[in-house]
């Protein structure tokens, strides 16, 4: 956390530490920068951390500090000034102004609808100034939505397609790995991981240059964000389906819940991009979309100690070291059409399923805490222009849906209908040979060989095998037999954007309905869906006064 101390703090940026080295060096590092004693460091504290493994012989970790020198006022600025050094710089600890309230009257209650991290976070916003939401959400609370995923459908394969893997409270980040990098550049992104913190994650994401909760935490902190919402006035409400809503003179006026038509104040709309049903009701009611590019492709698995040799050479092993994790491109692997690349990547960490509807398959990957299973996994997938989705997507962008969820079925079908997870070493598919053996996997309900061109467009399939054998050539083993790809990767981005006016923030067709998150077309990840949803509170809080 950052000193709140009377002087105003500096900034030092890039300062760096071997990995035997203690963290306890950096007040004398960072006294070498400013060409000060280590005594005149007066108070100190690391804000940031992130470990750079470019070079194996270099490895280490690079660190910003902020801290405050003894001696006279403005000692800081007069430094700063002399040094001249982009590495360092003065920091003004200031707290983020308060919203004001809006004087136009609620037409009635707000309603979120979808409580993932876009919803959830749009909710503690509005219930802290006194907007008491009402949050639905189709899935269970997550005691109830745990035993149905382990019990229901791990163990006895039961797919229940209101309370799985993506629908739920907390929704389809609660099972993930709670990676919180994100590229965006925001200052909401502080609150965000206190907000993180005070509820139960551990304080090195306020620091880490990558962190992350894990897929244990998870869970338990949502339940509290969901508590702290409620004890402000907002109402939850689980098993709460959106099956309609009721338009009046271009407005959303209500939405109708398990059969109940609720009278509504204005509408976020945070469902995620899976909710295919939900966004092609609101098709049907003349909420405008468009097409926009999306991505498909494969999950691949390796040994994690195999990814660690590949990140880390000789320092493998070293007790200061995490599992080590990757961001690839092939280049031009997809031909003019573009690169393959890598997509959440899950050290230590297991393929799940994330079907929406019974009789299909589709592949995540997620990670405890500890990140401590013995493999890795990660998405490899190319981007689809929508026009060749072989659906009319010109006149209808929703039909890029049927296009994936035949996809889906076929998965499911080439595995006997028996929601194992279809799969082939990768040495194989880059063949197009069969596999056989003894298949291993982290997938909860198991592997089936199978070929996964039959799954894949012809092109995709190619390209992604094009992609593996490229980056094998770099990476020792990346595309052999200990490599296990599986498919398909079908839901790292959806396909459509519900068109929204950039200053009211609400959509263009309808009044009164607020699309936020990935499953509006505006995010990419827990950190950037959580942004796009305080965006919006923060547009209701300015325009309307509290509930």
Known sequence: MRPYIDAMPIAVRGLTLGLDEPEDLLPD??????RVKREDIRVWALVRRSLDARRHDQLGFVYTVELALSGPPRREAQ?????RRADVALIKCEEPPLLEPGSEPLPGRPVVVGFGPSGMFAALLLARHGYRPLVIDRGPDVKTRHRDILVGFYREHRFNPESNLLFGEGGAGTYSDGKLYTRVNDPRIRFILETFYHHGAEPDILIDGRPHIGSDKLPGICRRIRQRIEQLGGEIRFAARL??????????????????????GPVILAVGHSARDTLRMLGRRGV???PKPFQLGVRIEHPQAMVDRWQYGPHCGHHRLPPAEYHLIAKGAAGLRGDMFSFCMCPGGIILPTNESPGEISTNGASRSRRNSPLANSGLVVTIDPREAHAPV???????????EQIERTAFEITGQSYKLPAQRACDFIQG?????????SYPLGGQWSDLRRILPEWVAQSIARGIEQLGRRLPGFGGAEALVAAPESRASGPIRMIRDPQTRESVSTKNLYPVGEGAGYAGGIISAAVDGLKSAETIISRFRPY
């Open 29 to 34: 590092r960072a006294a070498k920068r400013l």
């Open 79 to 83: 430094l700063v000034k002399r040094l």
């Open 243 to 264: 099956d309609d809503v009721v338009m009046r003179d271009g407005a959303l006026s209500a939405v109708v819940v398990n059969g109940e038509t609720i009278a509504c």
């Open 288 to 290: 405008t979309f468009e």
């Open 394 to 404: 010109q006149t209808d962008p929703l039909a890029a849906f049927d296009f994936l």
């Open 433 to 441: 040979r069969p596999s056989d053996g003894k298949l291993e996997t």
